[in-house]
């Protein structure tokens, strides 16, 4: 059974930082595009970043661009989320994503190309 927990979360003042982390278990960590996506109340869930199974490309939503970075360790089944000056519209719940595909855009990425989901975790960014 695919597992995907997320954990960092929390409230942070903006201009703060802070660190999510996402273990998996259950499937071939290295062979899977691992991604972030977020929902914030009452919107669509949207990209946020992913990398490449060899932790070679990267690809980020233009929000989030030079202020958040993706990062992954094969060697412990996990994948982080580095969140720098964060802002109050960066408020909303972050799931983990794993997905045996790629894209290069983020513009390209959608919730269908997901195979498997964290249950998530709440970041909240007070003003």
């Known amino acids: 059974q695919v597992q995907l927990v997320e954990s960092g979360g929390g409230l942070v003042q903006a201009g703060g930082s802070l660190r999510l982390s996402c273990a998996a278990s259950g499937l071939t960590f290295s062979s899977y595009t691992m991604g972030w996506f977020r929902q914030a109340p009452g919107k669509e869930r949207e990209f946020v970043a992913a990398i490449t199974r060899s932790g070679g490309s990267t690809s980020y939503v233009d929000s989030v661009k030079g202020r ?60």
């Not at 109050?88 to 269908?112: F, K, N």
């Open 68 to 127: 958040f970075t993706i990062s992954r360790d094969n060697a412990k089944n996990t994948v982080y989320l580095q969140m720098n000056s964060l802002k109050p519209e960066d408020t909303a719940v972050y799931l983990c994503a794993a997905t045996p595909h790629w894209r290069t855009a983020a513009r390209s990425w959608g919730t269908g190309d997901i195979y498997y989901w964290g249950k998530g975790t709440l970041v909240t960014v007070s003003s």
